[in-house]
């Protein structure tokens, strides 16, 4: 079974400052897709970014950015220039690319706590 | 468009108590799930539907029913609620096709005294 691992329970960083948060996962697929997902305190669950395993190139959406090591099984997250906003639960996600079935399913992480100090 | 939408918000219940947990979407998804958040425990897989008919278990389905008769909707039944069922549920979607992530609600807090 896939399992998604974030090391960091809680993070602080000040604002406009750079922060990565770490994410590992275990699995013995070659393709497959990983996400980050937001959740500020509104509960909200927000897609920050997504990375395809089959890519080399890492994601990037504005101020997130993401390193992935496919050999290693890791997925960073890099946010740039903090801002007071981006304060909030950061969930790492993995999910099989093949199609049908239980490989829909997202397996998470148990979260990383941010926050942005002023 | 209104996504997926999570009814009700918020509820509390007594042990021993049913209830259904709604959960709609319009964006024609095949896809759809319910999990589960606790604290320190990230989101946990409850049930899940590739399809109108067509259900299965994830990761903590005791306790919970669900069923799909149609694309849109993806109720969860909690039978005779027990206090360790208190926790946030969140509904998802998604096309599952490629890369496409899943959409979710807006999530239900639910306490059971």
């Known amino acids: 079974a896939q399992t998604v691992t974030q090391s960091q329970p809680e993070m602080s960083v000040q604002e406009a400052e750079t922060v990565t948060l770490s994410c590992t996962y275990d699995?013995?697929?070659?393709?497959?897709?990983l996400f980050w997902y937001k959740q500020p305190p509104s509960r909200q669950m927000i897609l920050v970014i997504r990375?395809?395993?089959?890519?080399?190139q890492n994601a990037t959406e504005n101020r997130f950015s993401v390193n992935f090591q496919k050999a290693a099984k890791s997925f960073s997250l890099k946010i740039s220039d903090s801002q007071l906003g981006d304060a909030a639960m950061y969930f790492c996600?993995?999910?099989?690319?093949?199609?049908?079935?239980?490989?829909?399913?997202?397996?998470f992480g148990k979260g990383t706590l941010l926050t942005v100090n002023p | 468009n209104a996504g997926v939408t999570q009814t009700p918000k918020f509820q509390v219940l007594k042990t021993g108590q049913s209830m259904t947990l709604q959960c709609a979407q319009d964006m024609n998804h095949e896809y759809m799930s319910w999990y589960r958040q606790d604290p320190g425990m990230g989101l946990r897989l409850i049930h899940y539907?590739?399809?109108?008919?067509?259900?299965d278990q994830g990761e903590v389905p005791n306790g919970y029913n669900v069923s799909r008769s149609t694309t849109e909707d993806f109720p969860l039944r909690l039978l005779s609620a027990a206090p360790s069922q208190t926790s946030v549920y969140f509904c998802a979607s998604s096309s599952g096709r490629g890369n496409q992530p899943q959409h979710f609600g807006d999530g239900t807090r639910l306490s059971i005294l």
């Open positions: 539907s590739v399809g109108a008919g067509i259900t």
């Open positions: 699995t013995s697929e070659s393709d497959y897709y």
């Open positions: 990375q395809e395993a089959y890519k080399q």
């Open positions: 996600a993995y999910r099989m690319a093949n199609s049908g079935g239980s490989n829909y399913k997202l397996t």
